[in-house]
């Protein structure tokens, strides 16, 4: 990258990359992770992309929303990212979901439609599978 000519563009080279493994945990609340499969991050420059495969065990509060921490890096203050998520089962299959990184948490937030956080028996019982980008520093 940026190399491809006579002369070297600098501003443009690819000097920082990185993938890698990162382990989700639940904050707060009764919930527990039964399964962790595909756990996966890319960092190109200050942009993360973060992807995940979750089996929840059916044992979430009914008070307390859906928050997801272990971020492999912390989130750029005053930016957020988001993404999709899929769910199999719990008391709210029919609503899209998506996650949200907020600098403010540094956490995934869980939310349905189009700003209702998502408890975290709404999707106990069943699996998560989400993709989410962020900005760091």
């Not at 493994?21 to 707060?28: D, E, L, M, R």
């Not at 089996?55 to 890096?73: E, H, R, T, W």
């Not at 028996?121 to 699996?127: A, F, N, R, S």
Request: a negative charge; one cysteine or more.
């Amino acid at each position: 990258f940026g190399t491809g000519g006579p002369s070297p563009i600098t501003s443009n080279t690819l000097d920082d990359y990185e993938e890698g493994t990162w382990t989700p945990t639940v904050i707060g609340g009764t919930l527990t992770l039964s399964t962790l499969w595909s756990r996966k991050y890319t960092k190109i420059g200050n942009l993360v992309t973060i992807q995940c495969f979750i089996a929840l065990n059916d044992d979430g509060s009914g008070g307390v929303n859906a928050v997801i921490g272990g971020l492999p890096f912390t989130v750029l203050g005053n930016a957020y990212g988001t993404g999709v998520l899929s769910h199999s089962t719990g008391l709210d299959t029919t609503s899209t979901m998506y996650v949200r990184a907020e600098a403010a948490y540094n956490k995934l937030l869980v939310y349905k439609g189009s700003a209702t956080q998502v408890r975290q028996d709404q999707i106990d019982g069943g699996w998560i599978i989400f993709t989410v980008s962020y900005h760091t520093s």
